[in-house]
């Protein structure tokens, strides 16, 4: 489901940026650690089998993704996240590294703006 670029919703990218003007890097660093942290914790949960967990973490993930309009980034989340409330543990970890991937293009493609 990735792509060698990420799917990003440029014009809505540039309207963020207009609208948070100075504020768009402190934005930017928090998706970037919060992202991060958000990875870390579906890692973990899925080592522990524990899909609520993953499912929180891919929530929380998917509407940051939203806002950023990362729309790869989004849907992929949506789909841990779909996943991990059915209770299908079977495949999450391949999702998890599609996120890993994504968000890292993502980051690397937002830093280019910033």
């Keep these: ?8 919703n440029w014009q809505a990218v540039q309207e963020l940026q207009t609208i948070m ?3 768009f890097s402190l934005l930017l660093d ?4 919060d992202g ?3 990875l ?3 890692q973990q949960s899925l080592k522990c089998d524990d899909l609520e967990a993953t499912r929180s973490a891919a ?3 998917k509407g940051s993704a939203g806002n950023m309009s990362a729309q790869v980034l989004e849907g992929l989340c949506r789909d841990l996240e779909i996943q ?5 543990a079977e495949g999450s970890q391949d999702l998890v590294s599609a996120i890993a991937t994504e968000f890292g293009q993502v980051k690397v493609a937002l830093q280019s703006i910033a």
Aim: aromatic content about 6%; glycine content about 6%; proline content about 3%.
């Design 1 to 8: 489901m990735t792509t060698d670029r990420p799917s990003l």
């Design 21 to 23: 003007g100075e504020n």
């Design 30 to 33: 928090t998706f970037f650690k």
């Design 36 to 38: 991060a942290n958000h």
């Design 40 to 42: 870390v914790a579906m």
């Design 59 to 61: 929530h929380s993930l």
């Design 84 to 88: 991990a409330a059915t209770g299908r």
